[in-house]
T-cell receptor, first 111, second 114 residues
Framework: KQEVTQIPAALSVPEGENLVLNCSFT??????LQWFRQDPGKGLTSLLL?????REQTSGRLNASLDKSSGRSTLYIAASQPGDSATYLC??????????FGAGTRLTVKP | KAGVTQTPRYLIKTRGQQVTLSCSPI?????VSWYQQTPGQGLQFLFE???????NKGNFPGRFSGRQFSNSRSEMNVSTLELGDSALYLC?????????????FGPGTRLLVL
């Protein structure tokens, strides 16, 4: 079964800290992996899209890496801010076009 | 440029009824994808349309269907509603099929089935 797991489920850090969110997937035959952000009661915002041929993507303070062989991706957030507080979701699209989401990591950045 | 819009934003239905949700993509975007989000199952992919053709479908029963019009607007329909269909339904659009391109999400339609 093609599953996506995110650890930790929740994370609380003080402002300014660098942090890492983890995503693991069970099948290495992936087409791409995406990281999203969801604010309470709202839709998703796409943060980073990594194609299967890529190892990482960067956008501002965010950096996402992909290691297909180990079935892992990490989202690194530098110098966290209270405005980063949200739920972060990882989604994997497999080569059979099946798209699976993780349950998310709820991040709280305290001022 | 206007974002993805979804109508209605909130909806209450009873079991057995059917419902149609609408999604207008960002101008110029030809791909529209639908997702269901529930507390129990999380976020799940429903289907994707590109240029009026269903390109991909998630693991949902046939009660869930969709279509896309020539102007790229999309509708999804759920027939014979069940309590478990209560969820936030999200629509996303992209220029090309979602796997190759960033998706932009609408605010969602929150459906409550009583």
């Amino acid at each position: 079964k093609q599953e996506v797991t995110q650890i930790p489920a929740a994370l609380s850090v003080p402002e300014g800290e660098n942090l890492v969110l983890n995503c693991s997937f069970t099948d290495s035959a992936i087409y791409n992996l995406q990281w999203f952000r969801q604010d309470p009661g709202k839709g998703l915002t796409s943060l980073l899209l990594i194609q299967s041929s890529q190892r990482e993507q960067t956008s501002g303070r965010l950096n996402a890496s992909l290691d297909k062989s180990s079935g892992r991706s990490t989202l690194y957030i530098a110098a966290s801010q209270p405005g980063d507080s949200a739920t972060y979701l990882c989604a994997v699209t497999y080569n059979n076009n099946d798209m699976r989401f993780g349950a998310g990591t709820r991040l709280t950045v305290k001022p | 440029k206007a974002g993805v819009t979804q109508t209605p934003r909130y909806l209450i239905k009873t079991r057995g009824q059917q419902v149609t949700l609408s999604c207008s993509p960002i101008s110029g975007h030809r791909s529209v994808s639908w997702y269901q989000q529930t507390p129990g199952q999380g976020l799940q992919f429903l289907f994707e349309y590109f240029s009026e053709t269903q390109r991909n479908k998630g693991n949902f029963p046939g009660r869930f269907s969709g279509r896309q019009f020539s102007n790229s607007r999309s509708e999804m329909n759920v027939s014979t509603l069940e309590l478990g269909d209560s969820a936030l339904y999200l629509c996303a659009s992209s220029l090309v099929p979602s796997g190759a391109e960033t998706q932009y999400f609408g605010p969602g339609t929150r459906l409550l089935v009583l």
